[in-house]
Protein backbone atom coordinates (compact mmCIF):
# COMPACT_ATOMS: atom_id res chain seq x y z
CA UNK A 1 0.00 0.00 0.00
CA UNK A 2 2.78 2.27 1.26
CA UNK A 3 4.19 1.88 -2.93
CA UNK A 4 0.73 2.59 -4.04
CA UNK A 5 0.56 5.72 -2.20
CA UNK A 6 4.04 7.12 -2.94
CA UNK A 7 3.38 6.12 -6.97
CA UNK A 8 0.07 7.96 -6.80
CA UNK A 9 1.54 11.19 -5.04
CA UNK A 10 4.71 11.14 -7.86
CA UNK A 11 2.30 10.93 -11.11
CA UNK A 12 -0.45 13.48 -9.65
CA UNK A 13 1.93 16.63 -8.32
CA UNK A 14 3.28 16.07 -12.09
CA UNK A 15 -0.14 15.96 -13.95
CA UNK A 16 -2.22 17.69 -11.42
CA UNK A 17 -6.02 16.24 -11.97
CA UNK A 18 -6.62 15.49 -15.31
CA UNK A 19 -10.24 14.17 -15.69
CA UNK A 20 -11.06 10.81 -13.93
CA UNK A 21 -8.07 10.99 -12.49
CA UNK A 22 -8.96 12.26 -8.69
CA UNK A 23 -11.45 9.09 -8.79
CA UNK A 24 -8.67 6.80 -9.70
CA UNK A 25 -6.49 8.07 -6.60
CA UNK A 26 -9.59 7.85 -3.84
CA UNK A 27 -10.18 4.71 -4.77
CA UNK A 28 -6.53 3.35 -5.17
CA UNK A 29 -5.59 5.15 -1.91
CA UNK A 30 -8.18 7.16 0.08
CA UNK A 31 -7.83 9.50 2.91
CA UNK A 32 -8.84 6.28 4.97
CA UNK A 33 -5.92 4.39 3.86
CA UNK A 34 -3.35 6.99 4.60
CA UNK A 35 -4.37 7.31 8.19
CA UNK A 36 -1.66 5.01 9.36
CA UNK A 37 1.33 7.19 7.58
CA UNK A 38 3.33 9.78 9.59
CA UNK A 39 3.79 13.64 9.31
CA UNK A 40 5.27 14.26 5.57
CA UNK A 41 6.74 17.27 4.57
CA UNK A 42 5.56 17.82 1.40
CA UNK A 43 7.80 20.43 -1.01
CA UNK A 44 4.96 21.97 -3.10
CA UNK A 45 4.82 25.11 -5.15
CA UNK A 46 7.92 26.76 -3.71
CA UNK A 47 7.05 25.97 -0.18
CA UNK A 48 7.57 23.48 2.32
CA UNK A 49 4.36 21.92 4.15
CA UNK A 50 3.72 19.53 6.81
CA UNK A 51 0.76 17.78 6.85
CA UNK A 52 -0.60 14.13 7.03
CA UNK A 53 -1.87 12.46 4.12
CA UNK A 54 -5.23 11.14 5.65
CA UNK A 55 -6.36 14.96 6.11
CA UNK A 56 -8.74 16.48 3.53
CA UNK A 57 -6.02 19.47 2.50
CA UNK A 58 -2.96 17.23 2.98
CA UNK A 59 -4.34 14.28 0.42
CA UNK A 60 -5.09 16.78 -1.93
CA UNK A 61 -1.90 18.83 -1.81
CA UNK A 62 0.15 15.33 -1.36
CA UNK A 63 -1.45 13.84 -4.73
CA UNK A 64 -1.75 16.45 -6.64
CA UNK A 65 0.28 18.87 -5.66
CA UNK A 66 -1.90 21.49 -4.87
CA UNK A 67 -5.27 22.60 -2.92
CA UNK A 68 -7.81 25.56 -4.79
CA UNK A 69 -5.65 26.12 -7.58
CA UNK A 70 -8.30 29.12 -8.72
CA UNK A 71 -8.24 30.98 -5.81
CA UNK A 72 -4.26 30.61 -6.10
CA UNK A 73 -3.72 32.06 -9.50
CA UNK A 74 -6.62 34.98 -8.29
CA UNK A 75 -3.85 35.70 -5.41
CA UNK A 76 -1.12 36.08 -7.29
CA UNK A 77 -2.79 38.26 -9.76
CA UNK A 78 -3.83 41.15 -7.18
CA UNK A 79 -1.13 40.40 -4.12
CA UNK A 80 1.99 42.57 -5.19
CA UNK A 81 4.94 42.80 -3.71
CA UNK A 82 5.59 44.56 -0.58
CA UNK A 83 1.84 44.46 0.17
CA UNK A 84 -0.33 43.12 2.91
CA UNK A 85 -2.56 40.72 3.07
CA UNK A 86 -5.00 39.36 5.98
CA UNK A 87 -5.84 35.97 6.29
CA UNK A 88 -9.07 34.81 8.30
CA UNK A 89 -9.18 31.33 8.66
CA UNK A 90 -5.41 30.58 7.74
CA UNK A 91 -5.84 26.33 9.01
CA UNK A 92 -2.14 25.08 8.22
CA UNK A 93 -0.99 27.65 6.14
CA UNK A 94 -1.11 26.17 2.53
CA UNK A 95 -2.65 29.72 1.65
CA UNK A 96 -0.33 31.71 4.15
CA UNK A 97 2.85 30.41 2.74
CA UNK A 98 1.82 32.00 -0.82
CA UNK A 99 0.86 35.27 0.81
CA UNK A 100 3.73 35.19 2.25
CA UNK A 101 5.84 34.50 -0.70
CA UNK A 102 4.06 36.82 -3.17
CA UNK A 103 4.41 39.65 -0.69
CA UNK A 104 8.32 39.06 -0.06
CA UNK A 105 10.00 40.20 2.97
CA UNK A 106 9.07 43.53 2.76
CA UNK A 107 5.28 42.46 2.67
CA UNK A 108 3.31 42.02 5.87
CA UNK A 109 0.89 38.92 6.28
CA UNK A 110 -1.58 38.37 9.05
CA UNK A 111 -2.69 35.06 9.53
CA UNK A 112 -5.91 34.35 11.70
CA UNK A 113 -6.75 31.06 13.27
CA UNK A 114 -8.93 30.58 16.33
CA UNK A 115 -8.56 26.78 16.43
CA UNK A 116 -5.23 26.41 18.98
CA UNK A 117 -4.05 23.17 17.80
CA UNK A 118 -4.56 23.91 13.90
CA UNK A 119 -3.08 27.26 14.92
CA UNK A 120 0.75 25.37 16.17
CA UNK A 121 0.73 23.51 13.20
CA UNK A 122 0.09 27.03 11.30
CA UNK A 123 3.17 28.30 13.05
CA UNK A 124 5.43 25.02 12.42
CA UNK A 125 4.92 25.62 8.60
CA UNK A 126 5.99 29.29 9.17
CA UNK A 127 8.75 27.87 10.70
CA UNK A 128 9.99 25.52 8.38
CA UNK A 129 9.72 27.92 5.48
CA UNK A 130 11.47 30.79 7.74
CA UNK A 131 8.55 33.56 7.06
CA UNK A 132 9.32 36.23 9.27
CA UNK A 133 6.72 38.52 7.49
CA UNK A 134 3.78 36.45 8.71
CA UNK A 135 1.79 37.58 12.31
CA UNK A 136 -0.36 35.00 13.43
CA UNK A 137 -3.68 36.19 15.43
CA UNK A 138 -5.65 33.67 17.38
CA UNK A 139 -8.91 35.61 17.92
CA UNK A 140 -12.00 34.63 16.17
CA UNK A 141 -13.06 37.24 14.06
CA UNK A 142 -16.89 38.81 14.15
CA UNK A 143 -18.96 41.91 13.93
CA UNK A 144 -17.63 42.83 17.52
CA UNK A 145 -15.65 41.91 20.36
CA UNK A 146 -16.41 39.61 22.96
CA UNK A 147 -16.18 36.44 23.68
CA UNK A 148 -17.37 33.08 21.17
CA UNK A 149 -18.23 29.29 21.11
CA UNK A 150 -16.07 27.52 19.19
CA UNK A 151 -15.86 24.13 17.91
CA UNK A 152 -12.18 22.96 17.53
CA UNK A 153 -11.55 19.41 16.20
CA UNK A 154 -7.58 18.28 16.89
CA UNK A 155 -5.31 19.10 13.98
CA UNK A 156 -4.88 15.40 13.02
CA UNK A 157 -8.81 15.30 13.04
CA UNK A 158 -9.80 14.92 9.42
CA UNK A 159 -12.58 17.35 10.54
CA UNK A 160 -9.26 20.02 11.32
CA UNK A 161 -10.70 22.54 8.69
CA UNK A 162 -13.90 22.73 10.01
CA UNK A 163 -13.97 24.52 13.31
CA UNK A 164 -16.19 27.05 13.68
CA UNK A 165 -18.01 29.83 15.75
CA UNK A 166 -21.15 28.45 17.03
CA UNK A 167 -24.02 30.41 19.28
CA UNK A 168 -24.23 30.53 22.96
CA UNK A 169 -27.24 28.97 23.22
CA UNK A 170 -26.60 25.74 21.13
CA UNK A 171 -22.89 25.11 22.43
CA UNK A 172 -21.79 21.11 22.39
CA UNK A 173 -19.97 20.30 25.61
CA UNK A 174 -16.65 20.14 23.10
CA UNK A 175 -17.02 24.03 22.13
CA UNK A 176 -14.16 26.16 23.74
CA UNK A 177 -14.28 29.38 24.59
CA UNK A 178 -12.24 32.14 22.39
CA UNK A 179 -11.62 35.72 22.24
CA UNK A 180 -13.55 37.46 19.52
CA UNK A 181 -12.39 40.68 17.88
CA UNK A 182 -13.44 42.59 14.72
CA UNK A 183 -10.93 43.04 11.12
CA UNK A 184 -11.28 47.22 11.95
CA UNK A 185 -10.08 46.79 15.36
CA UNK A 186 -7.23 44.35 14.33
CA UNK A 187 -6.04 46.76 11.80
CA UNK A 188 -5.22 49.40 14.14
CA UNK A 189 -3.46 47.53 16.60
CA UNK A 190 -1.57 45.92 13.91
CA UNK A 191 -1.04 49.40 12.51
CA UNK A 192 -1.54 48.16 8.96
CA UNK A 193 -1.16 51.06 6.66
CA UNK A 194 -2.78 49.23 3.26
CA UNK A 195 -4.33 45.74 2.96
CA UNK A 196 -4.29 44.38 -0.34
CA UNK A 197 -5.93 40.85 -0.40
CA UNK A 198 -8.59 39.67 2.37
CA UNK A 199 -9.41 36.05 2.49
CA UNK A 200 -12.12 34.45 4.71
CA UNK A 201 -12.36 31.19 5.12
CA UNK A 202 -14.94 30.48 8.29
CA UNK A 203 -17.46 28.11 7.97
CA UNK A 204 -20.09 30.08 7.59
CA UNK A 205 -19.10 32.86 9.23
CA UNK A 206 -18.28 35.00 7.15
CA UNK A 207 -20.81 37.81 6.83
CA UNK A 208 -20.29 38.89 10.63
CA UNK A 209 -16.54 38.94 9.97
CA UNK A 210 -16.96 41.53 6.97
CA UNK A 211 -19.65 43.50 9.24
CA UNK A 212 -16.72 43.98 11.56
CA UNK A 213 -14.38 44.77 8.68
CA UNK A 214 -16.61 48.04 6.86
CA UNK A 215 -13.95 50.54 8.02
CA UNK A 216 -10.96 48.67 6.49
CA UNK A 217 -12.56 47.75 3.47
CA UNK A 218 -13.83 51.54 2.57
CA UNK A 219 -10.43 52.42 3.37
CA UNK A 220 -7.99 50.34 1.88
CA UNK A 221 -10.41 48.79 -1.18
CA UNK A 222 -8.91 44.90 -1.03
CA UNK A 223 -9.36 42.26 -2.76
CA UNK A 224 -11.88 40.06 -0.98
CA UNK A 225 -11.81 35.67 -1.25
CA UNK A 226 -14.34 34.37 0.75
CA UNK A 227 -16.67 31.00 0.66
CA UNK A 228 -20.07 30.68 0.73
CA UNK A 229 -22.09 27.49 1.47
CA UNK A 230 -25.73 27.72 1.86
CA UNK A 231 -25.25 24.44 3.92
CA UNK A 232 -23.22 26.48 6.55
CA UNK A 233 -24.75 29.80 6.25
CA UNK A 234 -27.46 29.66 8.91
CA UNK A 235 -24.11 29.43 11.48
CA UNK A 236 -23.68 33.65 10.24
CA UNK A 237 -26.49 34.28 8.77
CA UNK A 238 -25.07 34.64 5.45
CA UNK A 239 -27.34 35.08 2.94
CA UNK A 240 -26.81 36.05 -1.00
CA UNK A 241 -29.04 38.93 -0.88
CA UNK A 242 -27.02 40.34 2.58
CA UNK A 243 -23.35 40.15 0.60
CA UNK A 244 -25.19 41.57 -2.59
CA UNK A 245 -26.17 44.45 -0.53
CA UNK A 246 -22.95 44.91 1.21
CA UNK A 247 -20.78 44.89 -1.78
CA UNK A 248 -23.07 46.74 -3.77
CA UNK A 249 -23.06 49.74 -0.92
CA UNK A 250 -18.93 49.18 -0.76
CA UNK A 251 -18.64 49.48 -4.83
CA UNK A 252 -17.36 45.54 -5.39
CA UNK A 253 -18.37 43.29 -8.60
CA UNK A 254 -18.59 39.64 -7.43
CA UNK A 255 -17.14 36.31 -9.39
CA UNK A 256 -18.28 32.75 -8.42
CA UNK A 257 -14.40 31.84 -8.62
CA UNK A 258 -14.04 28.27 -11.06
CA UNK A 259 -11.42 26.35 -12.74
CA UNK A 260 -11.32 27.94 -16.07
CA UNK A 261 -12.21 31.63 -14.87
CA UNK A 262 -14.43 33.55 -12.15
CA UNK A 263 -17.91 34.24 -13.61
CA UNK A 264 -20.13 37.27 -12.49
CA UNK A 265 -22.52 36.58 -9.86
CA UNK A 266 -25.94 36.54 -11.13
CA UNK A 267 -27.72 38.34 -8.08
CA UNK A 268 -31.17 36.57 -9.31
CA UNK A 269 -29.16 32.85 -9.04
CA UNK A 270 -26.90 33.02 -5.83
CA UNK A 271 -24.69 30.07 -6.33
CA UNK A 272 -25.12 27.19 -3.50
CA UNK A 273 -21.46 26.85 -2.90
CA UNK A 274 -18.79 29.07 -4.14
CA UNK A 275 -15.47 30.27 -3.42
CA UNK A 276 -16.44 34.34 -3.72
CA UNK A 277 -14.12 36.89 -5.43
CA UNK A 278 -15.08 40.65 -4.72
CA UNK A 279 -13.14 42.74 -6.94
CA UNK A 280 -12.88 46.49 -6.05
CA UNK A 281 -14.16 48.65 -9.06
CA UNK A 282 -10.63 50.23 -10.74
CA UNK A 283 -11.91 53.45 -9.87
CA UNK A 284 -11.87 53.20 -6.40
CA UNK A 285 -8.19 51.66 -6.34
CA UNK A 286 -6.08 53.42 -3.65
CA UNK A 287 -3.51 55.90 -5.34
CA UNK A 288 -0.29 53.84 -5.15
CA UNK A 289 -1.58 50.51 -3.97
CA UNK A 290 -2.66 49.22 -7.70
CA UNK A 291 -1.02 45.78 -8.23
CA UNK A 292 -0.82 46.37 -12.13
CA UNK A 293 -2.46 43.08 -12.92
CA UNK A 294 -5.64 41.89 -14.32
CA UNK A 295 -7.47 40.00 -11.83
CA UNK A 296 -10.82 38.67 -13.77
CA UNK A 297 -8.82 35.89 -15.60
CA UNK A 298 -8.10 32.80 -14.40
CA UNK A 299 -5.73 30.62 -16.16
Known amino acids: MRGRIELLAWLGSRLGKPPGFERVVRLLAPPASCAGLPEVCLARDGSLFLTKLALPLGWHIGFFGSYEPELRDIMRAVLPTGGTAVDVGANAGWHTLLMARLTGPNGRVLAVEPNPSVREHLLRNLAINGLKQVEVDGAALAEAQGMLDFIAPAADDPASASGHVVSSGAAPSEAIRVAAST ?47 RAYAARGSDSGALFTEFFRRHRYRLFAAGRNWSELIDESAWPTTANIFASPTPADKVPGHESGHAALSIS
Open 183 to 229: LDVLAAEKKLDRLDLLKIDAEGFEWPILQGAERSIARFRPSIIFEFD
